[in-house]
């Protein structure tokens, strides 16, 4: 049990796609500029993340061997992806759907901490919770931010950068 | 010409375009790091645009994500091993951001450009370039600040410990707003998006 929270911690804190691993930054900066963007890409994210987590325990019953381990997620994420593309009719391009690094470096992380079975899901689920909070976080902050002061040349995405990266810092303190 | 000078400049990927940020934050760290990803990423791009204009007459519309994703995986997976073979460390230090070339922001967003091959080509080339100087231009102020030396020769004896954090995903999350922000100053352009 006391793993399976520390998995859960990991991938919610520790571990955190977008704040401490530097991922999923197309959606950080594209998807938080409204409250419903940031919850619509983040569930619909989580969803894919799970069915990938799913993928991952079904690979890890058929022992692919490492060389090709790469391959297999590559295929797990597209297809987790195409999926629920296809079932939140999102477009097919790669800047209105969900094939993006958070995904795919999800599983690889995965892979490199030998996070296989029925634990693959548990932490597929906590690294979607944990990108999900995030992209609401910042969306929040920006809606907050609108009428602030901001100099011309630091509105959207570098003011956008600046604050995940000072709220990043704080979350680096639970790696101590 | 034109196109690839307005890539590594007007149409930087990561200063402009705002895409493939993901690496520019994460491993980025030293000038070394930065230069061995950024031409990496280049490369493969390059060879990616050709073959895929190469194809676009054959294969449907709807099957371009699969081909462009294959396309990527086989590239990234032949770099790897050839890296792997020349420089084992810094295959280690890029960890899983050499094989999310396949994903990288602004390689997906150029090949999904349709275009003919010498365009395609000459737009891949800017961009490349344009975002290995910019991942080498993190590289190099990062590494300063976390470590003072410049692609591994020592320039300041005495570390400067409050900016060791220049290492870290967050601290490369605000050292690149900042840079973003200069470009936006230099260029008179505002931050926010037009996509």
Redesign the interface.
């Known amino acids: 049990m006391t793993e399976f929270l520390e998995l859960v911690g990991r991938g919610l804190i520790t571990q955190n796609l977008i ?8 959606a950080l ?2 998807h938080t500029k409204t409250i419903s963007g940031a919850l619509k890409a983040g569930v619909s994210m989580l969803a894919a993340m799970l069915t990938a987590g799913l993928g991952v325990w079904f690979l890890s019953a058929l022992a692919i061997p490492e060389s090709l381990s ?2 297999a997620y ?1 295929v797990v ?2 297809l987790a992806a195409f999926l629920w593309q296809r079932l939140l009719e999102m477009p ?4 209105g ?1 969900l ?3 958070a ?3 999800m599983l ?2 995965m892979g ?1 901490s030998y996070i296989t079975g029925f634990a693959a899901i548990g932490y597929a689920v906590s690294a979607g919770l944990g990108y999900l909070i995030v992209l609401l976080v910042i969306a929040f902050l920006r809606y907050q931010l609108q009428l602030a002061p901001i ?12 604050t ?6 704080a ?2 303190g639970f790696k101590l | 010409m034109k196109t690839i000078v307005d890539g590594i400049f007007k149409q930087n990927p990561v200063f402009k375009l ?2 493939g ?3 520019a ?3 980025a760290t030293t000038a070394y790091n930065g230069l061995v990803l950024g031409v990496t990423t280049a490369l493969v791009l390059v060879i990616a645009a050709v073959i895929s204009a190469l194809l676009v007459q054959v294969v449907p519309k ?1 099957a371009r ?2 081909l462009h ?1 294959s396309l990527l ?1 086989i590239l990234t ?1 032949g770099a790897y091993q050839v890296l792997l073979q020349v420089d084992p460390q810094v295959v280690a230090n890029l ?2 951001f050499l ?2 070339i ?4 602004f390689v ?2 150029s090949l ?1 450009r349709s275009a003919t091959v010498s365009e395609a080509a000459a737009d891949a080339v800017g961009k490349g370039v344009g975002f290995a100087i910019a991942l080498v231009v993190l590289g190099v102020i990062r590494e300063f600040l976390a470590a003072g030396t410049f692609f591994g020769a020592v320039v300041l004896e005495s570390q400067l410990p409050l900016f060791a ?1 220049a290492a ?7 050292i ?3 840079l ?3 470009y ?2 230099v260029t008179g ?5 037009s ?1």
């Open positions: 704040l401490l691993q530097g991922l999923g930054m197309y900066t594209r790469f391959f590559l994420a597209s097919d391009s790669f800047s759907g094939m993006d690094s995904l795919l470096g690889l992380l490199r100099p011309k040349p630091f509105k959207g995405v570098p003011l956008v950068l600046i995940a990266g000072l709220l990043g810092m979350l680096l | 705002a895409l940020l993901a690496p934050v994460a491993v709807t994500s699969v994703l995986a997976m960890g899983i094989p999310l396949v994903v990288n922001g997906l967003h999904e954090l870290s995903v967050p601290g490369g999350m605000v690149l707003g900042l973003l922000a200069l936006n100053a352009q505002g931050g926010e998006l996509d």
